[in-house]
């Protein structure tokens, strides 16, 4: 994507779709930004994270990608770094950068998010129905 350069509106939408899956699955919250920035990637990534979310125990991650500057960021909160380990938070840089490397901006985030539900595995299911407004038992 060049610098400037909007995604379309399906563009989004197919990223929009699968950034919700990632949430019905895991029941963690994730966001995106992609842009350039002047900060430090890990700096920006802290920043933006800490200001997304509600408190230290929100289940939380941030991919933040700058295509101009070739930087990818990928940044968890304390829960959420129980269940995202490093190792698979790598997987994923390596498998976005590869989509990003032949021009394909949207299916390598859309492939990073089903990466990293699927390294996250399932919300516990008494949370899955606390969320539902079930009770559980």
């Known amino acids: 994507m060049a610098a400037g350069e909007a995604f379309t509106r399906e563009q989004h939408e197919r990223i929009e779709r699968a950034r919700r899956a990632a949430e019905g699955q895991t029941g963690m919250r994730f966001w995106l ?3 350039e920035f002047d900060r430090d990637p890990k700096l920006e990534a802290e920043h933006l994270l800490t200001n ?3 408190g230290p125990r929100d289940s939380a991650v941030l991919i933040l990608v700058a ?3 070739r930087v990818v960021e990928i940044m968890t909160t304390h829960a959420a770094k ?3 380990t ?3 938070a790598g997987l994923v840089v390596l498998t976005m950068t590869s989509s990003f490397g032949v021009g394909d ?3 390598g985030l859309v492939n990073a998010l089903r990466q990293l539900a699927d ?3 399932r919300r516990a299911q008494e949370d ?3 969320i539902e407004g079930v009770p559980a038992g």
């Open 86 to 88: 490093d190792q698979a």
């Open 67 to 69: 295509p101009g500057s």
């Open 82 to 84: 129980r269940r995202i």
């Open 105 to 107: 901006l949207v299916g």
């Open 128 to 130: 899955a129905l606390a």
């Open 119 to 121: 390294a996250a595995g």
């Open 52 to 54: 997304l979310i509600d």
């Open 33 to 35: 930004r992609v842009g």
